[in-house]
Antibody
Framework: EVQLLESGGDLVQPGGSLRLSCAASGFIFSSYAMSWVRQAPGKGLEWVSLISGSGGSTSYADFVKGRFTISRDNSKNTLYLQMNSLRAEDTAIYYC?????????????WGQGTLVTVSS | QSVLTQPPSASGTPGQRVIITCSGSSSNIGSNYVYWYQQLPGTAPKLLIYRNDQRPSGVPDRFSGSKSGTSASLAISGLRSEDEADYYCATWHDSLSGVIFGGGTKLTVL
């Protein structure tokens, strides 16, 4: 059974940093791309970043470029999102999601999300 | 404002057929697959349709997807109360080199 468990969400001040983790199980982690998708309170889904199965290719939404870094440790079956220079508008539930292929494709499994709150 | 345009709301009575549209451009829907996700209240999104019109196992055949040119549609037939949810279309955007979601459509079953 595929399981994705996010962690690391917290209350952080504007300008601060946070690292999210997503522990994966139930599939061959290195064979699939992974994404982070966020959802601000009461708002729609917003794609944040994508990393290929090997980790060699990444892509970011314009609003996080230069501030967020996606990475993965295939030996630990874990996906990460390093978030720096956080802003109030980054407040959201952050979901990790698995693609059905080594690069971008449909997001066939989602975690339950972790809440990031950016506020002073 | 999203690059993919969805109606913010839709509604129907039990048993009816409802269609949710998703409008894009040649840089996104026009040249890539469209996906649909269902988000029930208080839960994580779930894949509903992939590659324009394919249903993952476990998704009832009441749900169907289609694509024509730069637009896509999700049809829900035999509407049921448990279909009340937010529905999002998504696709790859070539010039942005990233994924884009529609703004979402809140479906109400009257």
């Amino acid at each position: 059974e595929v399981q994705l468990l996010e962690s690391g969400g917290d209350l952080v001040q504007p300008g601060g940093s946070l690292r999210l983790s997503c522990a994966a199980s139930g599939f061959i982690f290195s064979s699939y791309a992974m994404s982070w998708v966020r959802q601000a309170p009461g708002k729609g889904l917003e794609w944040v970043s994508l990393i290929s199965g090997s980790g060699g290719s990444t892509s970011y939404a314009d609003f996080v470029k230069g501030r967020f870094t996606i990475s993965r440790d295939n030996s630990k079956n874990t996906l990460y999102l390093q978030m720096n220079s956080l802003r109030a508008e980054d407040t959201a539930i952050y979901y990790c999601a698995k693609s059905s292929a080594a690069y971008y494709s449909e997001l066939d499994y989602w975690g339950q999300g972790t809440l990031v709150t950016v506020s002073s | 404002q999203s690059v993919l345009t969805q109606p913010p709301s839709a509604s129907g009575t039990p048993g009816q057929r409802v269609i949710i549209t998703c409008s894009g451009s040649s840089s996104n829907i026009g040249s890539n697959y469209v996906y649909w996700y269902q988000q029930l209240p208080g839960t994580a999104p779930k894949l509903l349709i992939y590659r324009n019109d394919q249903r993952p196992s476990g998704v009832p055949d009441r749900f169907s997807g289609s694509k024509s040119g730069t637009s896509a549609s999700l049809a829900i037939s035999g509407l049921r109360s448990e279909d009340e949810a937010d529905y999002y279309c998504a696709t790859w955007h070539d010039s942005l080199s990233g994924v884009i979601f529609g703004g979402g459509t809140k479906l109400t079953v009257l």
